[in-house]
């Protein structure tokens, strides 16, 4: 065979698949409810809630009147995400009650156990033991073998044990939400790693809860979440405290007030 | 027999190769007479002239507007044995009756970034009009970088001043600095003695005596200090003046060109606009085309990852 027939087959391949090809279709207002996610998700990491809830806002009207099912529920998932961290609980459970309660649309059961999940979360911080659980389980329920919350689940697992004085509990679901978290993702660890520290406080064991807090510390700080440094400052001073270095523990609240005079969350 | 038929097939060889001869003329000349109509021979124009030190931004074929329209176009540009540049421009006689001789023509740009145009500006209506080999004075209209480097010029002085202020408050030797160091100073002196005297009360007579002595010292300090600020601050006021004046004539100019460029601007603004959507547009039919889709990957709506923190609550 030649080198003319090679160049022939070729080009007939690569004809060939160009005609197999299927472009995608979308509709330029699904475009444009991409492009407000995109801004928004811009404006929530650098810290711009408010503007991020609108554009997320933006995002989701156009998604309603495309009945984009799956471009719902993930604004509506932010919206929540963006009102529980701007302060608003009440405004955050109601998007999520809307997806978790929708009785039309079908939303994937990854997407409906990130709801829950985050349900779970408000009613823990409203000190709703029982509706913490209650929506804990149901996400565990919804998590398929693939599902990638199981590290967030353990952790508010962990959380309404800590909040029920449950130490054993708490460090049980704490260390497996870690071990789970470790290697996928760093915000999770840190939040297992501050659990259990809280746990290793309740148990008296106050060394082991300084160096947990100081490890969370270092990746909050990488992270740049003020509200986290400053509760894993404020750890750090407990323990501080517990062991009996008063000077320490000061110094560790007065960094915690710096940060909190700042008012970033 | 024979050669009867091969003198008929000459015959119509002949005829053809006229009508073909005929066609290819005619077809000439009808393009021949669409040249010339393009190049407006067949109109009945006024040709006049202007002349300019030099021949920048000028060039056959462009366009002379009145008012907005078109009215003709610029013929030739030559040198002249002076070493002036001799510009003809050829005007529709359709609209000569309303160029009179006293009219200008402008050399300008018909936005911000665009073509260039001779455009006439209309003289008085009472003036004859012109007709063939008028010559009508020409000026040059301001361009966006000439009007900038005005702008900068007249900035400099007033920065400069503004500069030469500031300098001379914060200078630890100048007038002002040395005025308020005395103040200072003589407030210190006067809240000295009336310590002095607070203390000392009325009880001993000679020492008030001193404390007295120290108030008019220092009141004579005081004094001093004002009058050096007298004459100082005249000296920054005129100074101040002069600064402001400066401000004013070119916050006027900013204004006048400013009204002058608004009809321009949303043109601008529109043309650029147009231009970023084309290039958009191109973009987005490179990104679509499937040579090049697999090397831009599609966005997709993104959710922000689920954080199981809680905070505590507040007290």
Redesign the interface.
Known sequence: MGFRSHVAILCSLVLLS?CS?I??T?SARQER???F??RA?RA?LRGEYQSAADLYGN?LQL?VAIENV??IA??M??LA??YQVLGKPALAERYLDSLLEDKALHYAPA?LA?AA??KS?LR??E?DVAGATAWVEKSAGYCGPDCT?A???D??RA?IALCANDADRALQWSEH?ASENKGS?Q??YA?SL?LTASARLMKHEYDAALHLSEEALAIDKTQGLP??IR?DLLLSAEAHDKLGHAEQAAQFRDRAARIAATALK | MKLATYNLRLQNIEKRTRQFMLGAIGVMLLVLAMIASRQDYFHRSTSIYFFTPNAQGLSKGMAVKFIGFKVGSVQDVSMQPNATVQVKVSLDNEYVHLIGQDAKARLIKEALVGESVVEIIPGSQQVKQVSQNSVLAFERGQDASTVVETLAAQLQPILSDVHQITSSINNPNGDVQQTLKNLNQASGSFRETVNQFTQLGASSNRKLDGAYGKIDKALDSVNLSLATLDKAIPRLVDKADTTFENVQSATADIRKVTNESAAEIPALVRNTNSLVQDGQETLGGVK?S??F?GMFP????????????????QP
């Open positions: 160009a090809h472009e995608e979308r409810a991409t492009e996610n995109q998700q929530f995002a998604d799956n471009g993930t604004n998932l932010n995400r963006v997407q990130a999940v985050q979360l823990l911080q000190n919350l590290g967030v689940i952790n508010v959380g939400a993702s915000l999770e939040n501050r509200e986290k509760q | 679509k499937w040579l889709n599609k966005p997709e709506e993104q959710m922000l990852p689920v954080d199981g923190y809680v905070a505590p609550r």
